[in-house]
């Protein structure tokens, strides 16, 4: 019987379906058309409202190919982990629901339901995934992959409900992460992208490790590829990490860190760690460490409790740092959180709007950015060839991480075919919000 996917979520997400397929692929082959497939693995996100009500649509559309193709339905992950037994009667087609505490026993308990036709739900206290460096299938495009450090969360924000999901933080074995990674950048992989709920916690569940030596490990890796970081917590970007971001072979002068917010009230009513130096200090002490750096935030709007003038200091606040790309998102009251319980709650129209505002606003900045690189000299990863125009073709140089920031254009010359996924070099020639051209030497 023929094993399918469709991942749904984050980047994390996507690491732990990968490893899954890789746990079922010595019993299933695997098909990478979900329509195909006879065993239907769905993982799902439920983060926020909208990621929940994805996950609900996608399943409800693949539960059709229950009465053809498809002889066993999964779903798994934090949609699994936070209603999979109120929502089993709801969609019914759905043969297993299995959270993220059992991934593990994935290749048993599908075997159970096809040999004994039954049905159930399992979602034990949330635990690690057998992630066997061996077994991974990797379903992006071979140049980029993702490697997922540590599973779970200690800092327990208000607003959310991934600590409920994915339990305490754990942090990977580092040599396995090692040879991890060397055998994907072995296998042709250009771009190896560090996820985790909080990157820059990893090692402080084992017993003298640390990122930082985690990073210097991976960048002594032989090859000509990248190292990315994400999602990093503010309080923890320390000098010693920053030098050693500036001063590596691989790792890219990058940085994501999600700040959320800049009015110290509204950070405190979210149970952020606020550090001694303010949020416009810490891009401050960034760029004079890593002058070229990129640093993309995200930004939660409508928080309970936030007033007009707490959010115009996050418009003051983008107008003084100028990050280089910015996500902006209306909170969203999410049940079974802490923050679900404050008042006052903020109307869900002023969410949005704020939202929206903050995107207006970073899209002037990023365009102003992206143009003031004209004339510089950037080495860009190819990704594909444009649709649009002849000898042109689409990439990302160190500055943008993939699927969420903006894109290179890459314009060749006319005798030159591009290959996807090697690196080039070429000229800045312009830029808009949301791409940077360049032209490659004749």
């Given at each position: 019987?023929?094993?399918?996917?469709?991942s749904?979520?984050?980047?994390?997400?996507?690491?732990?379906?990968e490893?899954?397929?890789?746990?079922?692929?010595?019993?299933?082959?695997?098909?990478?058309?979900?329509?195909?497939?006879?065993?239907?693995?769905i993982?799902?996100?439920?983060?926020?409202?909208?990621?929940?009500?994805?996950?609900?649509?996608?399943?409800?559309?693949?539960?059709?190919?229950?009465?053809?193709?498809?002889?066993l339905?999964?779903?798994?992950?934090?949609?699994?982990?936070?209603?999979?037994?109120?929502v089993?009667?709801?969609?019914?087609?759905?043969?297993?629901?299995?959270?993220?505490?059992?991934?593990s026993?994935?290749?048993?308990?599908?075997?159970?339901?096809?040999?004994k036709?039954?049905?159930?739900?399992?979602?034990?206290?949330?635990g690690?995934?057998?992630?066997?460096?061996?077994?991974?299938?990797?379903?992006?495009?071979?140049?980029t992959?993702?490697?997922?450090?540590?599973?779970?969360?200690?800092?327990?924000?208000?607003?959310?409900?991934?600590?409920?999901?994915r339990?305490?933080y754990?942090?990977?074995?580092?040599?396995q992460?090692?040879?991890e990674?060397?055998?994907l950048?072995?296998?042709?992989?250009?771009?190896?992208?560090?996820?985790?709920?909080?990157?820059?916690?990893?090692?402080?569940?084992?017993?003298?490790?640390?990122?930082c030596?985690l990073?210097?490990?991976?960048?002594e890796i032989?090859?000509?590829?990248?190292?990315?970081?994400?999602?990093?917590?503010?309080?923890r970007?320390?000098?010693?990490?920053?030098?050693?971001?500036?001063?590596?072979?691989?790792?890219?002068?990058?940085?994501d860190?999600?700040?959320?917010?800049?009015?110290?009230a509204?950070l405190?009513?979210?149970?952020?760690?606020?550090?001694?130096?303010?949020?416009?200090?810490?891009i401050?002490r960034?760029?004079?460490?890593?002058?070229?750096?990129?640093?993309?935030?995200?930004?939660?709007?409508?928080?309970?409790?936030?007033?007009?003038?707490?959010?115009?200091?996050?418009?003051?606040?983008?107008?003084?740092?100028?990050?280089?790309?910015?996500?902006?998102?209306?909170?969203?009251?999410?049940?079974?959180t802490?923050?679900?319980?404050l008042?006052?709650?903020?109307h869900?129209?002023t969410?949005?709007r704020?939202?929206?505002?903050?995107?207006?606003?970073?899209?002037?900045?990023?365009?102003?950015?992206?143009?003031?690189?004209?004339?510089k000299?950037?080495?860009?990863?190819?990704?594909?060839?444009?649709?649009?125009?002849?000898?042109?073709?689409?990439?990302?140089?160190?500055?943008?991480?993939?699927?969420?920031?903006?894109?290179?254009?890459?314009?060749?010359?006319?005798?030159?075919?591009?290959?996807?996924?090697?690196?080039?070099?070429?000229?800045?020639?312009?830029?808009?919000?949301?791409?940077?051209?360049?032209?490659?030497?004749?």
């Amino acid at each position: 019987m023929k094993a399918g996917w469709i991942s749904l979520g984050c980047p994390k997400n996507l690491a732990d379906t990968e490893y899954i397929m890789g746990l079922l692929s010595d019993q299933y082959p695997l098909t990478t058309d979900p329509r195909e497939a006879e065993i239907l693995i769905i993982n799902t996100c439920s983060f926020i409202q909208p990621a929940t009500q994805e996950s609900l649509d996608t399943i409800m559309e693949f539960a059709q190919y229950k009465k053809g193709q498809c002889k066993l339905l999964v779903v798994v992950g934090c949609l699994a982990q936070r209603y999979g037994v109120k929502v089993q009667r709801l969609i019914p087609e759905v043969d297993l629901w299995v959270g993220t505490g059992e991934y593990s026993r994935l290749p048993f308990l599908i075997a159970e339901a096809l040999e004994k036709e039954t049905k159930g739900v399992y979602t034990a206290h949330p635990g690690w995934v057998g992630m066997n460096p061996e077994q991974r299938v990797l379903s992006t495009s071979g140049y980029t992959a993702y490697l997922k450090i540590a599973e779970g969360c200690n800092n327990h924000c208000l607003f959310c409900i991934i600590p409920q999901l994915r339990g305490k933080y754990r942090s990977r074995d580092f040599s396995q992460l090692k040879t991890e990674t060397e055998k994907l950048v072995a296998g042709g992989v250009k771009e190896v992208v560090l996820v985790a709920q909080d990157t820059t916690a990893y090692g402080q569940d084992l017993d003298g490790r640390t990122f930082c030596q985690l990073l210097s490990a991976l960048d002594e890796i032989e090859g000509d590829f990248w190292l990315r970081i994400l999602y990093t917590y503010p309080s923890r970007l320390d000098d010693e990490l920053l030098t050693l971001i500036r001063d590596s072979k691989h790792v890219c002068k990058y940085l994501d860190i999600p700040l959320q917010h800049v009015a110290p009230a509204v950070l405190r009513a979210m149970g952020r760690k606020i550090g001694s130096e303010s949020y416009l200090e810490l891009i401050e002490r960034v760029r004079k460490l890593i002058p070229d750096i990129s640093i993309r935030s995200t930004f939660l709007l409508g928080y309970p409790g936030e007033t007009e003038a707490d959010f115009q200091q996050v418009l003051a606040f983008l107008d003084q740092a100028r990050l280089d790309w910015v996500g902006a998102f209306p909170y969203y009251r999410e049940m079974g959180t802490a923050a679900a319980k404050l008042k006052p709650q903020v109307h869900p129209s002023t969410r949005r709007r704020r939202a929206r505002e903050v995107l207006k606003e970073q899209q002037r900045i990023s365009a102003a950015k992206n143009r003031a690189l004209t004339g510089k000299r950037l080495k860009v990863l190819v990704e594909k060839e444009s649709r649009r125009e002849p000898n042109v073709w689409i990439g990302r140089s160190y500055r943008e991480a993939p699927e969420i920031d903006g894109l290179v254009e890459i314009e060749a010359p006319p005798d030159r075919l591009l290959e996807v996924g090697e690196f080039v070099e070429g000229t800045v020639t312009g830029g808009e919000a949301y791409e940077v051209r360049i032209r490659l030497d004749t």
